[in-house]
C-alpha cells in the first residue's frame, strides 16, 4: 500500500503548529516529497498529486477543487465536526477527512483509502465522458439517417444501411460519416436560403 504512496507529491496547506510537523513527518515516513504551505491560496497548488489542507469555520470553498480533469486527492483536516464543517467538505470535494488531534496511526489509511476513491473517480468520469460522447454519436447518426432518408425517398433503416456501408469502405467512424451528412444538410440550408 505504501508504494503507491511514495513519492507522491503532497502539498499540507496548514498553519505552522505541532500538527502540522507531525503530519509532515509521517508523510516523509511514507515516503512523500512533501510542500507545506499557508496561508490558504485560492486555488490547488499547481504540480501537486495530494493536497491536505486544514478546513476549518474560516474556510469557505467558492467552488470544489476537485472538479478538474488533473485534480489532486483532496484531504481535509478537521477539529471538530459541525453541519458547516460537514457542507465545506461536501463543498470541497474532499476524498478523505484527518482529524485533529492526528495520530499517525489513521494516516497511512485515510491516505491509501483517498488515493483509491480519487482513481476510481476518475475512472467513472472518464466512462461517463466516454458514454456522453456515444449517446452524441448514435444521434448525429440517427440525424443523419433521417436527413438521408428523406433525401432518397428510403426507409431509415436503409439510409442507417447507407452510411454504415459508407463508413467500413472509408473505414472511418459512422459518426464522422453522419457529421458529414449533417453539415451538408446545414451548408444546403444556408445556401438555399440565400438564393
Known amino acids: 500500500m505504501t508504494s503507491m504512496l511514495r513519492g507522491l507529491?503532497?502539498?499540507?496547506?496548514?498553519?505552522?503548529?505541532r500538527e502540522r510537523d507531525l503530519l509532515v513527518n509521517q508523510l516523509r515516513r511514507i515516503g512523500c516529497q512533501v510542500s507545506p504551505i499557508w496561508p490558504m491560496p485560492d486555488a490547488p497548488p499547481q504540480g501537486m498529486e495530494m493536497v491536505i489542507m486544514d478546513l476549518d469555520h474560516r474556510f469557505q470553498p467558492v467552488k470544489s477543487w476537485s472538479v478538474e480533469e488533473n485534480a489532486p486527492v483532496l484531504i481535509a483536516m478537521l477539529e471538530y465536526e459541525d453541519p458547516v464543517t460537514v457542507k465545506a467538505l461536501l463543498d470541497a470535494g474532499v476524498h478523505g477527512v484527518l482529524v485533529k488531534p492526528l495520530r499517525p496511526a489513521g494516516i497511512l489509511s485515510t491516505l491509501s483509502l483517498a488515493c483509491w476513491l480519487h482513481g476510481y473517480h476518475q475512472r467513472l468520469e472518464a466512462k461517463v465522458r466516454k458514454l456522453e460522447i456515444t449517446i452524441k454519436a448514435q444521434r448525429d447518426i440517427s440525424k443523419a439517417a433521417r436527413i438521408l432518408a428523406a433525401l432518397q425517398d428510403v426507409p431509415e433503416s436503409d439510409a442507417f444501411e447507407s452510411i454504415r456501408s459508407q463508413a467500413t469502405r472509408q473505414r472511418i467512424p459512422m459518426a464522422d460519416v453522419a457529421a458529414s451528412i449533417i453539415g451538408a444538410q446545414d451548408i444546403l440550408k444556408d445556401l438555399s436560403k440565400r438564393a
Not at 507529491?9 to 503548529?17: G, P, Y
Open 9 to 17: 507529491k503532497v502539498s499540507v496547506i496548514h498553519a505552522a503548529d
